[in-house]
């Protein structure tokens, strides 16, 4: 999972989004239930200024061209929705997982590890303190939900 994460943090800079029609901007009681548990998570950083769809989109398709690579199925998928593709959704394709909050915070916990070894973070100097949440708030997601993809959902709000 290291190795997904570690790649698609180095290539969101590269990747450019494709011209996918734009997606409509509520995805509650179609991608996930109605969140359990509703957070905001005041951001240490700022939205960079050329993060834009483009480069949302792009991160997105790097963790998922990982995933498709490995020679078993993936634990969880991750993807981009709204107008400006700034909410981000991540799925568990596995029957029991990640329908705890506990499990989701691990989860993102997990994930910042990963960012953390990344040398976007190293050399910006905000390994130390930043979080995966904080990562996505640098490439201007607004939204991130994690779900079960059955019952459970956990959404935060960037701020």
Request: aromatic share 12%; glycine share 6%; charged share 20%.
């Amino acid at each position: 999972m290291r190795n997904i994460v570690l790649a698609g943090l180095t290539a969101f800079v590269l990747l450019a989004g494709s011209g996918a029609a734009r997606a409509q901007e509520s995805q509650e009681g179609y991608y996930y239930p109605k969140p359990q548990v509703v957070e905001s998570y005041q951001a240490r950083v700022a939205t960079l200024p050329d993060s834009d769809r483009s480069r949302r989109l792009g991160f997105v398709t790097a963790l998922s061209k990982e995933f498709d690579a490995r020679p078993y199925p993936p634990n969880y998928l991750v993807f981009a929705k709204g107008d400006d593709a700034d909410k981000l959704i991540i799925t568990g394709m596995m029957d029991g997982q990640f329908n705890t909050v506990f499990r989701t915070r691990a989860l993102l916990a997990d994930l910042t590890a990963s960012a953390r070894l990344t040398d976007f973070f190293q050399k910006n100097a905000i390994a130390e303190y930043a979080t995966f949440l904080d990562f996505l708030k640098l490439l201007g997601f607004k939204q991130v939900t994690v779900t079960d993809g059955v019952g459970f959902a956990q959404q935060i709000n960037l701020e």
